[in-house]
């Protein structure tokens, strides 16, 4: 079992839609927690980081951690087509090195 | 890209050649990381450097080997490429640990194929 498992998709939906893109993991000691987004050939974009548990809002992106059922979400409102995209989790815990996940593919239809 | 570029961005090499890529910084940031990238794995650590000098290896280090001469460049050498070894390989660069500044900054990519 991996230790962060994620959801490969694709996930397709219209536009103006509420997204959700979620990663679940097995390592209690992670504290640190982010969102990546990678367009096609490109490297990963960072979008959001947390710490520990809470929600993080940057503009139409939310970020969600349940550290007490090890379940980390990204919400996006108003999806764009612009936003059909590889969305990567990654977390860690203090030692500096990043568990990232396979990654979900976005897909906002017009 | 946060300043960071990689070179080259394309090489197909044949197996047994030994490769290096490059990954150079303009941020002087100290953590610098080699990952690479393929389909149903994500991206996984090959090696990092927390100082010049100083690395250490990541989850799938064999066969690889790295270098920090200066803070700004970090080289990644495949000593004998491998078919398994074709990859999309990117580079990282976070700022400190001090203040729990755990955020990494991804280069561009290097797609290496080894035929």
């Known amino acids: 079992q991996k230790e962060v498992e994620q959801d490969p998709g694709p996930l397709s939906v219209p536009e103006g839609a509420i997204v959700s893109l979620n990663c679940t993991y097995s390592?209690?000691?992670?504290?640190?927690f982010m969102w990546y987004r990678q367009y096609s050939r490109k490297g990963p974009e960072l979008l959001m980081y947390?710490?520990?548990?809470g929600n993080k809002e940057d503009g139409r992106f939310t970020a969600q951690v349940d550290k007490s059922s090890k379940y980390i979400s990204l919400f996006i409102r108003d999806s764009q087509p612009s936003d059909s995209a590889t969305y990567l989790c990654?977390?860690?815990?203090?030692?500096?090195?990043?568990?990232f996940g396979s990654g979900t593919r976005l897909l906002v239809r017009p | 890209d946060a300043g960071i570029t990689q070179s080259p961005r394309h090489k197909v090499t044949e197996t047994g050649t030994p490769v290096t890529l490059r990954c150079h910084q303009t941020?002087?940031?100290?953590?610098m990381y080699w990952y690479r990238q393929d389909p149903g794995h994500g991206l996984r650590l090959i090696h990092y450097?927390?100082?010049?000098?100083?690395?250490d290896k990541g989850e799938v280090s064999d066969g690889y080997s790295v270098s920090r001469s200066k803070t700004e460049d970090f080289l990644l050498t495949l000593e004998s490429a491998t078919s398994s070894q074709t990859s999309v390989y990117f580079c990282?660069?976070?700022?400190?640990?001090?203040?729990?500044?755990?955020?990494?900054?991804f280069g561009p990519g290097t797609r290496l194929t080894v035929t």
């Open positions: 941020e002087n940031h100290r953590y």
């Open positions: 990282a660069i976070s700022e400190s640990d001090r203040g729990g500044s755990y955020e990494q900054y």
């Open positions: 990654a977390m860690s815990d203090s030692s500096y090195k990043l568990i």
């Open positions: 947390t710490y520990s548990s």
């Open positions: 450097s927390y100082g010049v000098k100083d690395t």
């Open positions: 390592n209690s000691a992670f504290q640190y």
